[in-house]
Nanobody
Framework: QVQLVESGGGSVQAGGSLRLSCAVS????????MAWFRQAPGKEREFVAA??????????YYADSVKGRFTISRDNANATAYLQMDSLEPEDTAVYSC????????????????WGQGTQVTVSS
C-alpha cells in the first residue's frame, strides 16, 4: 500500500520560513518523480515545485510565483521529499500536498498517481 504523509505545515508571519516533509512508503522512492501542489480556498490546485527521479540528476522545477523562495529536495535513503519555503507571503496560504509518479516531472496534477492528504500553511501579514 502506497502512502504519502506530509508534515511541517503551520502558521507563520510574512517573511518567515517553513519546511514541509513528505514521507513515502510502499514504492521504490528513487524511481519516482516527486512534486508539491497547493490549493487555496476557492481556487484550483496549482503546481508549486517538482524534482525528478534520481538518475535524471534530481533537478528542481518551480512555479514562477515561488522561484527563488522555495527549494525542493529529496532524501532517497529516507524516502522523503522536502519543500523548504522561505520569505513566505500571505499569498502562499494554502493546503500543500505532495504527489508521486513514475514518469518525468510534470506541472499537471493529473499526471501524478499518488497523493498525500495535505498540510495547511497559513501566512499572516
Amino acid at each position: 500500500q502506497v502512502q504519502l504523509v506530509e508534515s511541517g505545515g503551520g502558521s507563520v508571519q510574512a517573511g518567515g520560513s517553513l519546511r514541509l516533509s513528505c514521507a513515502v512508503s510502499g514504492l521504490t522512492f528513487s524511481s519516482y518523480s516527486m512534486a508539491w501542489f497547493r490549493q487555496a480556498p476557492g481556487k484550483e490546485r496549482e503546481f508549486v515545485a517538482a524534482i525528478g527521479w534520481t538518475w535524471s540528476g534530481g533537478r528542481g522545477y518551480y512555479a514562477d510565483s515561488v522561484k527563488g523562495r522555495f527549494t525542493i529536495s529529496r532524501d532517497n535513503a529516507n524516502a522523503t521529499a522536502y519543500l523548504q519555503m522561505d520569505s513566505l507571503e500571505p499569498e502562499d496560504t494554502a493546503v500543500y500536498s505532495c504527489a508521486a509518479d513514475r514518469r518525468a516531472v510534470s506541472t499537471n496534477p493529473r499526471s501524478y498517481d499518488y497523493w498525500g492528504q495535505g498540510t495547511q500553511v497559513t501566512v499572516s501579514s
